[in-house]
């Protein structure tokens, strides 16, 4: 049986134990969940803020850093509904992108790249380019289900993407090869691809969003065929012992979705081709309650961790997500559910997290609140500020704020009142159609 850690000394210890990924040591098992809060150049390059906010989170203590908000082929930079996005889809970008990591490295941080070769049902239609994922299945995001404070009225269906063809499944395979080599030029110690959130590879794992018939549709086997070829490839590219990973969708949570051991079986076809690690992603833009939750430990309570050690022992690791308390978190390391605990709002809250955790201040952490105005700045192209630290955001001295005009924006997306009458307005005009 598992002792259960009741006290703050016991999880600061558990949470600074160094943990080796492939070849790679962090030093402490916090990590730095990726998001796209970058603030790059318009033609997607890091700019100082980029880095600032990176650095700062580094300088805060994290064990590792993922790079999130970046696309590695022409046609994710295209279809993005968040840009400007961090890019690696061609080799000029490689030398900005060193500056990056050589600034994360001051601090002895790793730091990891995202890769992100296209957002499938969650693209967006440009340059008479259409969206594709597995199959022609858009994306229903209710109005009701979301995360705090957050509204869309009337709710919202995406455009339903074309099944995508084997010639466009190889060419996103060598979008993200070579989105890997050129995080590897750059300095990057690691590589996770997407998979997760309606996203293009995510539409594969499960059979709510696969219905093909072809070598990718069907048995877990075939919904893995997708993922496992791009794993083969990018650990050709990158050599045995470059950590290489997965961000993938763990849970449906919709009726007649996939569980959690569906999803791990599916996971345990495409460790064989060399998996280092997977940042556990719960949920998706169909039930994104679930995805950004309001409470710390869901994901435990679901058990999607524990199903998918049960399929893959513990040769990948786990990342955790979105459990800050850190009794939880390290409970969940001892009893071997997980490697390391990977937060994303709490590090915008708290840039010291990690520090204060393993230093046994856990009295002076500033907590996120989960009130996720971050996310609706995110939503409404907004520049991404945090309401819990006025440093976030303009980490770098220069950087402008967002305008009155948007503060505003912001705060009436938050507004039940409002919102609830905008909720009420669109679908009269719904009916009316
Ligand atoms: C502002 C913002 C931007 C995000 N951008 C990304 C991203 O670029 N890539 C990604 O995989 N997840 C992204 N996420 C999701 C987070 O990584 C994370 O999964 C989610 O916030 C739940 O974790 P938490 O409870 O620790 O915040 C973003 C989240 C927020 C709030
Ligand atoms: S704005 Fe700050 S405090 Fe609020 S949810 Fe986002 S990270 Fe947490």
Redesign the pocket.
């Known amino acids: 049986m598992t002792m259960t850690i009741t006290s703050t000394s016991n999880a600061a210890a558990v949470l600074a134990s160094p943990l080796k990924i492939n070849g790679l040591e962090i030093k402490n098992r916090i990590i730095l969940g990726p998001m796209a809060v970058l603030r790059p150049t318009e033609d997607g390059r890091p700019s100082e803020q980029s880095i600032a906010f990176l650095k700062r989170r580094a300088q805060g203590g994290v064990g590792l850093v993922i790079v999130g908000g970046s696309v590695c082929s022409e046609r994710a930079w295209n279809e993005s509904p968040f840009a400007p996005n961090l890019r690696f889809d061609k080799d000029e970008f490689v030398d900005d992108l060193k500056r990056l990591t050589a600034a994360v490295h001051e601090y002895g941080t790793p730091v990891f790249a995202q890769l992100f070769p296209s957002f499938g049902r969650m693209g967006v239609p440009r340059n008479d380019r259409w969206i594709s994922a597995a199959s022609p299945k858009p994306v229903s995001i209710g109005s009701g289900g979301l995360p705090n404070h957050l509204y869309i009225p009337g709710g919202r269906i995406t455009p339903v993407p074309h099944e995508a063809s084997a010639e466009e499944i190889k060419d996103i395979e060598v979008s993200v090869v070579a989105g890997a080599r050129r995080a590897k030029a750059a300095g990057f110690d690691g590589v996770e691809i997407g998979a997760h959130m309606c996203y293009f590879y995510s539409s594969f794992l499960s059979p709510l969003s696969n219905q093909r018939t072809d070598e990718y549709g069907g048995s877990a086997e075939n919904r893995a065929r997708i993922l496992r070829d791009v794993v083969a490839a990018v650990r050709a590219e990158v050599g045995t012992d470059y950590p290489v990973g997965l961000r993938m969708s763990v849970n449906d949570h919709m009726r007649g979705g996939q569980e959690p051991e569906g999803f791990a079986e599916v996971a345990s076809h495409i460790a064989r081709a060399g998996l280092d690690f997977i940042s556990l992603s719960e949920g998706n833009y169909e039930s994104m309650r679930d995805n950004v939750p309001s409470t710390s430990g869901n994901m435990l309570a679901h058990g999607e961790p524990q199903a998918f050690r049960k399929a893959l022992g513990s040769g990948v690791r786990l990342f955790l997500s979105s459990t800050p308390d850190p009794k939880q978190a390290a409970n969940a390391i001892t009893a071997g559910h997980v490697d390391a605990s990977m937060l994303a709002?709490q590090m915008?809250?708290d840039p010291d997290y990690a520090l204060k955790v393993i230093e046994g201040r856990e009295a002076e952490i500033v907590w996120?609140?989960?009130?996720?105005?971050?996310?609706r700045r995110l939503i409404l192209n907004v520049p991404v500020a945090?309401?819990?630290?006025p440093e976030m955001g303009s980490e770098a001295p220069d950087t402008k704020r967002s305008s009155p005009g948007q503060e505003f924006a912001v705060w009436a997306a938050g507004n039940k009142v409002l919102m609830g009458a905008a909720d009420t307005l669109a679908r009269a005009a719904q009916k009316m159609k």
């Not at 996120?368 to 996310?375: G, M, Q």
């Not at 945090?386 to 630290?389: L, M, P, Q, V």
């Open positions: 709002r915008l809250a996120c609140d989960h009130a996720n105005s971050c996310l945090c309401h819990k630290n």
